[in-house]
T-cell receptor, first 113, second 114 residues
Framework: GNSVTQMEGPVTLSEEAFLTINCTYTATGYPSLFWYVQYPGEGLQLLLKATKADDKGSNKGFEATYRKETTSFHLEKGSVQVSDSAVYFCALGDTGGGNKLTFGTGTQLKVEL | DAGVIQSPRHEVTEMGQEVTLRCKPISGHDYLFWYRQTMMRGLELLIYFNNNVPIDDSGMPEDRFSAKMPNASFSTLKIQPSEPRDSAVYFC????????????FGPGTRLLVL
């Protein structure tokens, strides 16, 4: 079945540092890939997505590229801010024609001054 | 649009009581999902509906949990009787389908069963 593996957290960075959160997936077919972010006390919000191989999703300075050859969708940001502190979830879309998402376990990011 | 609306935002109850969580999806969305989030188990899909019909309830933990969607703008998740291990944050999400569509999450209901 489909699955998502995300790097363990927490990740602690200083402000303006470079961020990478690794995400790899296992799936049949060609799923859409998503990154969601959850700020403390809130629900999940879509951060970015990519729907086919080599697509790059981007939003708020975050980027991720759909790499079919390595089955990866790593999240990157060149310079993090304290306000980026949150939990980040990688997710895999349903390849069976439905709309289920398979989520990774989440990676907590803490950005310090 | 107001987004996905959930109520109550917080619920504290005693073991054995019935708990009802409510969700109003985004207007026009034909898929609705219920998730549970805990530290131990992460984010789990409990059940989802398409056009008000339950499609997959394999994630519902046991018979104490039930979910309904009587119309396109309202769904409930009921726990009867509740147990302390049901303490979690319950999220509702909706999407307009299409196979690659984004799910939009509500703010969640934080449930504490004493």
């Amino acid at each position: 079945g489909n699955s998502v593996t995300q790097m363990e957290g927490p990740v602690t960075l200083s402000e303006e540092a470079f961020l990478t959160i690794n995400c790899t997936y296992t799936a049949t077919g060609y799923p859409s890939l998503f990154w969601y972010v959850q700020y403390p006390g809130e629900g999940l919000q879509l951060l970015l997505k990519a729907t086919k191989a080599d697509d790059k999703g981007s939003n708020k300075g975050f980027e991720a590229t759909y790499r079919k050859e390595t089955t990866s969708f790593h999240l990157e940001k060149g310079s993090v801010q304290v306000s980026d502190s949150a939990v980040y979830f990688c997710a895999l879309g349903d390849t069976g024609g439905g709309n289920k998402l398979t989520f990774g376990t989440g990676t907590q990011l803490k950005v310090e001054l | 649009d107001a987004g996905v609306i959930q109520s109550p935002r917080h619920e504290v109850t005693e073991m054995g009581q019935e708990v009802t969580l409510r969700c109003k999806p985004i207007s026009g969305h034909d898929y609705l999902f219920w998730y549970r989030q805990t530290m131990m188990r992460g984010l789990e899909l409990l059940i989802y509906f398409n056009n008000n019909v339950p499609i997959d309830d394999s994630g519902m933990p046991e018979d104490r949990f039930s979910a309904k969607m009587p119309n396109a703008s309202f769904s409930t998740l009921k726990i009867q009787p509740s147990e302390p291990r049901d303490s979690a944050v319950y999220f509702c999400a909706s999407t307009d389908g299409g196979g690659r569509a984004t799910q939009y999450f509500g703010p969640g209901t934080r449930l504490l069963v004493l």
